[in-house]
């Protein structure tokens, strides 16, 4: 017995005398992982939150960006036919777009005519206006192909102006024929 003993030790100590040094970090690396994984848990969303709040807020961006290129176009209504000059309503509006409007709002967008010349036309014509109102600060003028739902201006002063005299004059209602009081009579 003692000769497998001794054969036994032997194994063991040529075994650990030839082997290399061991490194131990796998043993201590699950540590550190439990510690981060811990510690992403107890911040969990804060991580994520800028990124999906900016996320949901890109939409309002654009949205707001094409509401001011709506509010800032100058349609068909706002220029001669054919000749690409502003009426006096494109010329209110352009005035007021150069003056009224926040200042990082102030760009202009000309609807696209049937044709380029009178496209052109119409872009020279606001380019005309604009530096006669603000020549130091001219604003960004872009030709674009959005419709404008408008109506013209001087057929809904029409309708307004028949609307308002279609109105009947006003008056108190006629008074009932019999005024009685409160009081009845007794038998």
């Known amino acids: 017995m003692p000769v497998r003993l001794y054969t036994v030790v032997g194994f063991v100590l040529i075994a650990l005398a030839s082997t290399t040094q061991v490194s131990a970090d796998w043993f201590f690396g699950i540590f550190d992982s439990i510690a981060r994984d811990v510690k992403r848990r107890q911040c969990w969303p804060e991580p994520f939150v800028c990124a999906d709040r900016a996320a949901a807020r890109a939409p309002y961006g654009i949205m707001v960006a094409n509401g001011w290129q709506r509010q800032n176009l ?14 006096e309503a494109g010329r209110l509006k352009l005035r007021w777009i150069l003056t009224a409007a926040p200042q990082q709002h102030r760009g202009v967008w000309v609807h696209r005519a049937m044709t380029e010349e009178e496209t052109a036309a119409r872009m020279a014509a606001v380019f005309g206006l604009a ?21 013209p201006a001087d057929q809904v002063d029409l309708i307004g102006r028949k609307f308002q005299s279609s109105t009947p004059p006003p008056r108190l209602p006629a008074p009932s024929g019999s005024t009685s009081g409160s009081g009845t009579s007794g038998s």
Do not use: M
């Open 131 to 151: 530096s006669q109102i603000t020549p130091r600060d001219l604003p960004l003028v872009q030709p674009t192909s959005i419709s404008d739902d408008g109506w």
């Open 74 to 87: 100058l349609g068909e209504y706002h220029f001669e036919p054919g000749t690409g000059q502003l009426t």
